[in-house]
């Protein structure tokens, strides 16, 4: 057994260090020689990262007293700039009062002058598991989820949220478990910090009631997009590019499926129940069946197409289509004054701050 530079014991097998994440390659990172941030590794700090905050918000709801989001979401970034601050750097802006609860944050991932961002709400598990998708800003009566999606068209970022939580669920993915990476095998508790495109949440808030089971397992561990264990061919941040362009189109996916269940079911609902129909997300086994009389006609293609058209060409929506569909571009000019060290104005009132991380291989 050995030390960590951050305390942790270590076995002699350990490639990394599980608290804090430090590459143990190197014999100047053990027995408490402080490692330069150049050599750890930032997918296991946020793993690490993940499992604090699991533990943290369950704790919290155990003893019945549960801070908001931005205590996590800080927790969190002082973490992370601390320990990778030659690579990640965190500027928090000025807010109006109204915007103190519930703002977002940009992340900014770049290489040299090129990259793209991501605007970001975070969202923490209530005692249940859900989650507060519906909020409604008072000062203007406009949904949240609406406000993300405008907001980061606006700043040419996809918008996504944060999802902080501290209940155990089994996701898989085409390469395995959800919470592994090339790193290799990961723990339950690093669901604690997942991240879904904000289209699915649109999705599942076409549906009553709203499916927020569904938000959480078509979230993604946030150590996933950012892994960055050895690789062949693309450089990091092509690929963690392609993974946020990946979650959404994957939200694109869940409002094309939402709006196709609508049409199928509405009118059933309606006139069976006189009540506000029940859609959205589905499976195979949740579709109508067409050999059965007490259910609604199938819908006829052109119908689907004219719907999901409605829908899905509203200028918010094509216009972050347009902003997924672009390569890498270069960084706007306030972005590049923080990477530098200058001043720089937010966006707009209604964001915290912005982190930005440096992704050179």
Known sequence: MSLCACGEELADHFAFCP????DLRSSAEVRGTQPSSSARSLCRTLRACATRTFERLGDDHFAGSVPGEETYTQLNLQDI???HSDRVKVREFQRYEEARNGADWEWWFYSGAVGFGMRVQAKRAKRGGGYDLEHVVRSTGARQSQ???????????LPAYVLYNHRNWVPTSESGRAVDCRHGRGEQTQLGCTIVSALTVHAVLRTRPVKAAYVRDQSVPWHRLLCDAPRRGRPGLEAAHA???GLHHRGVHDLRAAVRAEIRWVDQDRDRYDATPGYGPWTAAEEPDPEREDQAPWSDETE???REQEVLGMPVYRGLNEVAGRQLSPLPDRVMAMIHGEAAQP?????AGAMVVDLSD
């Open 147 to 157: 406000l993300l999606v405008q907001d980061a068209l606006t700043a040419e970022c």
């Open 81 to 83: 700039r601390r320990l």
């Open 243 to 245: 993974k946020v362009t």
């Open 347 to 351: 966006p707009d009132a209604r964001v």
């Open 19 to 22: 608290s804090c994440g430090i």
């Open 304 to 306: 689907f197409d004219r």
